[in-house]
């Protein structure tokens, strides 16, 4: 019940619109194959290019595919990519800054330095390059990507981790004589694991745009798969003659990068503690002053 009511309450705390945003993008991608009204691979070229109908809600692409049921696969695959590159790369950041917020000394600086040098680097560029030494496919995108996100989720996992390894507590485990692993894995690894997941709602919008990005520029998801990124590339050549082929997947992927971005913040923000209001601040003086009160007498 408390877990039930912890939830409702920081939901309602949460940008509605927002959250209906994501959800819609999550419930199409887990069930994208039950969603989608026609084979989104399956050509027709007697009907390429023709607008919206009964039989096609959205329309047709330039080769006669159901638009709608290649926007509900791509939002599948995007979710996909989005989820394998946030673990991967939270899996390594969080074990990097755990460890050199736990050891510190040259560890934590060698460690720290190595990081300092991949936040130094634009994402887009880490990418390109390890695209461009293992060559274009889908998993080499995802290992590009969570190899551009993973010096992020160190610095703020390495912050975490020293905060947490500087509570009272933590000097008691030591006195009572607790093992390092039992330290590590048992205390430190989940307060902090349970604090930087909170920063992946943020990391998601810039993943799904990272994602179409590579696909955009021929370096990510390849044909015939659906993908937004994709999907407008492919579309270009036809942006006068029927710009709702380039308008349709770019409005889908906006609004998923804006939900996951609105979401991030107010995250973020309701983990900031709040100044106490009038009424309540008034409230605890009485209490306080009563307390006092009655142990002087």
Known sequence: MNIASTLGGALKRMPRAAVITIGLFVFAGVFAPFLAPHDPNAQDLLIAGEGPSMAHWLGVDHLGRDTLSRLIMAARTSLVGVCLVLALAHSIG?????????????????LM????????IPSLIVSLAVIGIFGASYWNM????????W?????ISRAVAVNVMNRPHMEAL???????????FVHLLPTTLGAVLVYATADAGAVALAIAT?????????????????????????LEVDPRQVMLPGIALTLAVIGFNILGEAVALNRVPKPLGSALLA???RVTALWTKETVL
């Open 94 to 110: 969080i074990a990097i800054g755990t460890i050199a917020g736990y050891r510190r000394g040259w560890t934590d600086e060698i």
């Open 113 to 120: 330095r190595i990081v300092d040098v991949g936040l130094a």
């Open 142 to 149: 995802i290992l590009a990507l969570a190899l551009a996100w």
């Open 151 to 155: 010096p992020g989720s160190a610095r």
């Open 174 to 184: 030591r006195v009572l004589g607790a093992s390092p692993l039992r330290i590590y």
């Open 214 to 238: 590579l696909s955009f520029l021929g370096l990510g998801i390849q044909p015939p798969t659906p993908e937004w990124g994709q999907m407008l590339v492919d579309a270009l050549p036809y």
């Open 283 to 285: 409230s605890r003086r």
